[in-house]
């Protein structure tokens, strides 16, 4: 008689595919994958070889944390002089 294998039993989390994701976080799917390549963006897992997902407690953390780091004051406007392609004539 074969022996019963030790079942882990895992809390389930919702987790989010991909056109989910892309309605809570307006960003691309390139700049996502390179996000998380570099850390700065919570990894995605596969449900299935082709079917990624991401755990939704992680994503509105990461939201939650990237509201709480913006700052009031706007970003500085970019010198537009400088571009290399069809730079604003003086």
């Known amino acids: 008689m074969l022996a019963a294998l030790p079942v882990e039993i895992v809390e389930a989390r919702p987790a989010v595919r991909r056109q989910q994701l892309r309605e809570l976080v307006p960003l691309a799917d ?3 994958y390179e996000m998380e390549q570099r850390g700065d963006f919570p990894k995605r897992f596969y449900l299935t ?9 992680e994503i509105n953390h990461w939201l939650a944390a ?3 780091a913006v700052s009031p ?10 571009r290399r392609a ?4 003086v």
Do not use: F
């Open 86 to 89: 069809r730079p604003v004539r």
């Open 30 to 32: 390139t700049t996502i």
């Open 66 to 68: 990237r509201r709480a």
């Open 49 to 57: 070889p082709r079917c990624p997902a991401w755990d939704l407690g």
């Open 73 to 82: 004051v706007s970003p500085p406007h970019p010198d537009v002089r400088r």
